[in-house]
């Protein structure tokens, strides 16, 4: 990621208004990993023209208690949509070490990780501020011990057979939905990204958020 600044703000939950200290990364493309409040005085040797704003990123969408519920979500409708589609015959889910997965073992899969997560709930919450917040798998969140093998139809022109990517992408965009239709309204997103950083008239630091 490089160099950026960080703005220290205080936010509301988004799933239930709970009071939250949050953390603001921006970049001015002159960084040193400065750390600022919302509110302090920035005088002109550190930003200079008092018109700029910056783009800023923000992972504390939730509270602690609700970022584990989005988290416990998340998972489990992975693991739902991936056994709709083992179900639709869309594609092939094979243990890695031997033997055809059924739509009734990736259910119970599933519900080991949801029971992983309930009995851990501090390292979920950790995830909110690690490097990568969801490192384990492509699809984002589920360590699947399986392989794929995708035999359902494509949609993209001048594919006969649904590839990998095309699954991937079109699970992506299911699973977010599916999130927003159960109240996430960022689906599976972890980060909001439209903060706008800048400096109010008396030149102290101010942030807001554009959608």
Known sequence: MGMFRTLYVNLSCLRCGKAIDA????KTGKDDLEKYSEGDFISPSHWKNANQTYAGSCTDLYCNHCFYLWRKALISTEYELLQQSVLAGSVDARLRTDGDLTAELISAMGQDAVNEIEEDQASVVYLRHAAEPAPIHR??????????????????????????QDFYDLFEEQTDLALKRQGWIYGSSFMLE??????????RIRCRITD
């Open 139 to 164: 699809f984002g969140s589920v360590p699947f011990k399986f392989d794929l093998f995708f035999s359902g139809q494509s949609s993209k022109p001048g594919l006969d057979t649904l590839s990998g």
């Open 23 to 26: 953390e603001v990364q921006f």
């Open 194 to 203: 439209t903060v706008v950083v800048h400096l109010d008239k008396d030149r």
